[in-house]
């Protein structure tokens, strides 16, 4: 099966239509269940971390960073190494690596969603299909969302660069796009807002790009420990 899978992975991307690939993977409406999650926003909020505008642009810069100190590398190796053993071991390693409950189920339930959606949307990679149906039986992957991120970007022909700023662009959305709806702000400001962060989302971009999985780490503990706290919280509008 593996060796069938793995010859399955000579795919050449069709230049003309990459970069309607990659809008369509970005497109808020492709239903990966992103808008389902706050990234911890929601729980933040009724802990007071985060009270408005000022508190939400530090908040998601500090996501931004988490994100890239301990997800890209995850991304970036799946991008340049798109095959079955790879997103095996390093699923495994991210599966161990996040310690917060929250956040882990919200990365397996992402990353399972985004497999499902590449398989039936980009046909003409065959591979997401195999690779789905062959992991599901085996249940030998918990399907986290950074690395089939990489993966799927590596197949479609995205490069590096591409893939990991793709990764930090849509994280950004879905942070802002989560304030919106808990009203800590509106949509006019929410827009204005993440064009402002997009300069410091470069600069990160930059800094945490094309590191290997050994150097994976997390620079905004407090984050992560105030998203564990969203499984307790008496009312919520969030999975995570």
């Known amino acids: 099966m593996e060796e069938k899978i793995e010859g399955s992975l000579h795919f050449t991307p069709n230049d003309s239509l990459l970069q309607w690939s990659k809008w369509q993977l970005l497109d808020s409406v492709l239903p990966t269940g992103g808008f389902a999650h706050s990234f911890g926003l929601e729980a933040a909020i009724q802990a007071r971390v985060v009270s408005g505008p000022e508190d939400l642009r530090t908040f998601v810069i500090h996501i931004l960073e988490n994100t890239g100190s301990l997800l890209l590398p995850f991304v970036y190796t799946l991008n340049t190494s798109p095959n079955v053993e790879t997103w095996y071991k390093l699923d495994k390693i991210l599966d161990a690596t996040l310690t917060n409950e929250v956040g882990r189920k919200a990365s397996i339930s992402q990353g399972s969603a985004l497999l499902r959606v590449a398989a039936a949307v980009f046909q003409e990679v065959p591979y997401f299909k195999t690779m789905r149906d062959m992991s599901l039986a085996s249940g030998a992957v918990r399907f986290h969302h950074a690395p089939i991120f990489g993966i799927v970007c590596g197949l479609l022909g995205f490069n590096a660069e591409t893939s990991q700023k793709a990764y ?58 105030v998203q564990g706290c969203h499984g307790y919280l008496f009312s919520k509008l969030f999975c995570s």
């Open 168 to 225: 930090m662009f849509i994280t950004m959305r879905d942070v802002v796009s989560a304030a919106t709806r808990l009203n800590l702000v509106g949509p006019l400001c929410a827009a204005v807002l993440q064009h402002q962060i997009a300069a410091s989302a470069e600069e990160l971009s930059k800094k945490w790009m094309n590191r290997p999985v050994e150097e994976a780490c997390q620079t905004s503990p407090l984050l992560d420990t």
